[in-house]
């Protein structure tokens, strides 16, 4: 049981390139969720998905855009970078019944925009 | 909205003193709080989660929380420091619920805590 795994680690793009960052959850659940970390201003959410099939914007959606490509993936693509998406970018996914849901988290993905 | 404030960006403690990460909260409505922890270059961790059940809430590796309506406070304690401690804790409240399901986490700014001998 793998949990969340989210590829690459590591990312280096020079503005204007693009890329798709790739999330995964074997654990059979319903939400996913995108975000991004900096330094000072915590973790803030950039898109999610309710279920399959359903994507909606978080609170820092602009310049990227998501899949739910089924139940267990959830990608998150740049296309155009900037440098002001710098960032280390996680994803989470929880079963989605309730406030309570504990959100479980990837690794991260470490991305520098050049 | 939902917030959440964290006091103090960077803590520093002696291993084996007591450990205090302060977190003030706002919400309207009454809130289901996290605790969370992040070692060095790896994700998020629940360490306990305040979801109305008991106002005392444990857990792992020996951290406690204590949630306080009247001081909308859900600061996070263990007794003892220990090296392995040392990491960056972030306090999250959820709500509200996202549409078509889900929970949106507001996090806090997060605490560096360090751990001397």
């Known amino acids: 049981n793998a949990g969340v795994t989210q590829t690459p680690k590591f990312q280096v793009l020079k503005t204007g390139q693009s890329m798709t960052l790739q999330c995964a959850q074997d654990?059979?659940?319903?939400?996913m969720y995108w975000y991004r970390q900096d330094p000072g201003m915590g973790l803030r959410l950039i898109y999610y998905?309710?279920?399959?099939?359903?994507?909606d914007k978080g609170e820092v959606p602009n310049g990227y855009n998501v899949s739910r490509l089924n139940k267990r993936e959830f990608s998150l693509r740049l296309e155009s970078a900037a440098p002001s998406q710098t960032s280390v970018y996680f994803c989470?996914?929880?079963?989605?019944?309730?406030?309570?849901?504990?959100?479980?988290f990837g690794p991260g993905t470490r991305l520098t925009v050049l | 909205a939902q917030s959440v404030t964290q006091l103090g960006s960077h803590v520093s403690v002696s291993e084996g003193a007591l450990v205090l990460l302060r977190c003030n909260y706002s919400s309207s409505v009454p809130p289901y709080l996290f605790w969370y922890v992040q070692y060095p270059n790896q994700g998020l961790q629940l360490l306990l989660k305040?979801?109305?059940?008991?106002?005392l809430v444990k857990g792992i590796n020996g951290f406690e929380a204590e949630f306080k309506k009247s001081e909308t406070s859900f600061h996070l304690t263990k007794p003892s420091a220990h090296m392995s401690d040392a990491a960056e804790y972030f306090c999250a409240v959820s709500g509200p619920r996202l549409t078509g399901g889900g929970n949106k986490l507001t996090f806090g700014t997060g605490t560096q805590l360090k751990v001397e001998l």
């Open positions: 998905s309710a279920s399959e099939g359903t994507t």
């Open positions: 989470a996914s929880n079963v989605g019944t309730g406030g309570t849901d504990t959100q479980y």
């Open positions: 305040y979801t109305s059940a008991a106002t």
């Open positions: 654990m059979n659940h319903n939400s």
